[in-house]
DNA sequence: GCCGTTTTCGGCCCGACTGTTTTCAGTCG
């Protein structure tokens, strides 16, 4: 069982036990036993057979220890099957509706046996649950509202798909007269994966105008409520976006409390209470008397702590570090000098060398890496020994044109499913740069993936194993290797842990990524463009690495380019090119001819 | 159910808003 579906299970406890009216302190143990299981790296399930492992988990006692032995062991635990005995999986669903929590859901269940949504709809149709204690008939109309709402809805959305629609509100408020900030606050500000929804803090302006800009903005479907400090509006998309107006004073405390996380601010508030203060979203206060709030720093600063960057902010161990002033120093999108991985026409990427160098060079880039795809992508044109050898005059041709550039001559080399690469060494060692990547065969035992995954990273001519997982967000889980072995293997060889940043990849995680670093591997974070426009998605990579911790030293791809070269000299390939020669003759050093011309468009592999 | 430089028992974050109620429970973030 990974982490994620303990977590899920554990979480999954807390919804039924708090519907069964259990105590709510023990709802929240396990919810927040849920969270730290999520926001682990090592493994539970190799936790578990270590004595007291567990147990050392803050948050995580004798008694959730011994429920994740269970779930590691078996699948399943007692505990969970005797509640799901009592409450069916689809009542403790309820309460994802909007307006429904856990004492309405008991009610439904317990006095009207409503089982499912169907149930819920007709009940609420007919009138019937206006008469329940808690009831009444807005709360009957509001059940209806959020059944229509929770079919149409899909859910949280990548944070590069709400990037844009979240830049145009806030510069559209931003424009109105008197408005002094507007910041994006919420998951949106801490670079989540994924937002549910997005929190505007706006100081200044006439409030009625402000209002009237945004919730008059052509995206905006509905308006869920207007008033003088709050308004909420759902966007076509099904975004909910919340605009809170509040007064300059107040800015940074409100800044704090919206940008959450949650289990962050709790654990602030916990200290203010210890130093005899109060925090909430207007200041930090000592009786009447406020101690901070124009700015996050004022009160962060009156609390012992310093500023801590919002990516950081998940109650995970950054509050000890900013007390002890150990806080990393994050990698910056103006620190990366390299992008390492990216497609051009040649195998599926839409534009060409040229278009894709111009790009690189526009963006400010020292040095990028063309990596093509290898032949086990036959839909993606993928290269061949012989294709590779031609390419050789390729990339001579496209230095030759781009003086100022740095250009890599890579390849993206498929790990074929018992983790032979799929092209052969003397191949390899003609190129300057050789990522591997896993595009097929996802399912798998652990215990095969990590063998796979091993002999990926063991071979000396490999530099940088490339979206390890091949997750994708909302898709597709990922390659099941444990991590910790593979992440040993290749930073005890020299090869470098990919954050790809292409928007639904993201891959490594945050929490792979931490571990890998603990590991001691260092990283790349690399576009994987298939376009000229992809390479603007190096900020999600850098954002990804940011909550990971990663520090500008952690990534090879800031390096200036001559230090980047030392950097990813391999042994290997320095001794098979003295024995051949192979990449360095003059014949290939020389323009060579044009590639076969493609008959059908590639197919983007994923 | 977890946790402890005040504690192994007695605490456990805070406030807004809604709607159901006649002073507050439930939900949400």
Request: some cysteine.
């Amino acid at each position: 069982m990974t982490n994620a579906e303990v977590a899920r299970t554990l979480e999954r406890i807390a919804t039924l036990l708090e519907i069964d009216g259990a105590n709510p302190f023990r709802v929240r143990a396990y919810r927040e036993g849920a969270r730290v299981i999520e926001g682990h790296a090592e493994s539970v399930s190799a936790m578990a057979a270590e004595p007291g492992a567990l147990e050392a988990l803050k948050g995580i006692g004798k008694d959730l220890a011994a429920r994740i032995r269970d779930l590691t062991a078996t699948g399943r635990t007692d505990m969970l099957d005797e509640l799901r005995a009592r409450i069916p999986d689809e009542v403790a669903a309820f309460t994802e509706l909007q307006g429904l929590g856990p004492k309405r859901v008991k009610t439904l269940f317990e006095a009207l046996g409503i089982r499912d949504r169907a149930a819920l709809e007709a009940a609420a149709r007919a009138g019937q649950l206006r008469g329940l204690p808690g009831f009444g008939e807005k709360v009957e109309q509001n059940v209806l509202k959020a059944l229509a709402t929770a079919s149409a809805m899909t859910g949280r959305v990548l944070l590069a798909h709400a990037w844009p629609i979240a830049h145009a509100i806030a510069e559209r408020v931003q424009a109105i007269r008197g408005v002094e900030s507007v910041e994006l606050a919420g998951s949106f500000r801490r670079r989540r994966e994924t937002v549910g929804d997005l929190d505007l803090l706006v100081t200044g302006g006439d409030p009625e105008a402000v209002m009237q800009a945004f919730v008059s903005h052509p995206s905006v479907a509905d308006v869920l409520g207007r008033g003088e400090t709050k308004s909420s509006v759902r966007l076509d998309s099904g975004l909910q976006v919340d605009l809170r107006l509040v007064p300059g004073d107040s800015f940074g405390a409100a800044l704090l409390y919206f940008t959450g996380s949650k289990a962050h601010n709790i654990e602030l508030r916990r200290i203010a209470q210890e130093q005899g203060l109060s925090l909430n979203e207007y200041g930090l206060t000592r009786g009447e008397r406020v101690v901070a709030s124009r700015t996050e720093e004022q009160v962060y600063r009156a609390l012992g702590l310093a500023w801590i960057p919002p990516e950081l902010r998940e109650g995970l161990g950054e509050i000890d570090l900013a007390r002890a002033g150990t806080l990393p120093r994050l990698v910056e999108l103006a620190d990366v000098r390299a992008d390492l991985h990216m497609h051009s026409t040649r195998s599926d990427g839409r534009d060409t060398l040229e278009a894709m160098a111009q790009a690189a060079l526009d963006r400010g880039l020292e040095t990028i890496a063309i990596t093509e795809h290898s032949k086990a992508l036959a839909m993606a044109n993928g290269f061949d020994a012989a294709r590779v050898r031609q390419s050789v005059g390729e990339i001579a041709a496209l230095r030759a044109r781009f003086p100022r550039l740095h250009i890599l001559h890579g390849l993206e080399v498929d790990i074929l499913g018992d983790g032979a690469l799929d092209l052969d060494d003397d191949t390899l060692a003609v190129l300057d740069w050789v990522v591997v990547s896993i595009h097929s065969r996802f399912e798998m035992t652990p215990e095969a993936a990590t063998a796979r995954a091993l002999a990926a990273v063991r071979n000396p001519f490999v530099n940088v194993f490339g979206h390890p997982r091949g997750r994708l967000i909302g898709g597709r889980e990922g390659v099941p290797f444990d991590l910790e072995q593979v992440a040993e293997a290749a930073a005890a060889n020299g090869v470098a842990m990919e954050i790809n940043a292409s928007p639904d990849r993201l891959d490594l995680s945050e929490v792979d990524a931490r571990l890998a670093r603990a590991k001691g591997c260092r990283f790349t974070i690399d576009t994987d463009a298939h376009a000229t426009t992809h390479l603007e998605n190096m900020k999600f990579g850098v954002f990804q690495a940011r909550r990971a911790g990663l520090t500008r030293e952690d990534v090879l791809n800031t390096l200036p380019h001559a230090k980047l070269m030392t950097a990813i000299e391999r042994p290997a390939r320095r001794a098979s090119a003295g024995r051949t020669g192979a990449a360095r003759t003059p014949a290939e050093r020389a323009p060579a001819k044009r590639a076969p011309v493609k008959r059908t468009p590639p197919k983007r592999a994923r």
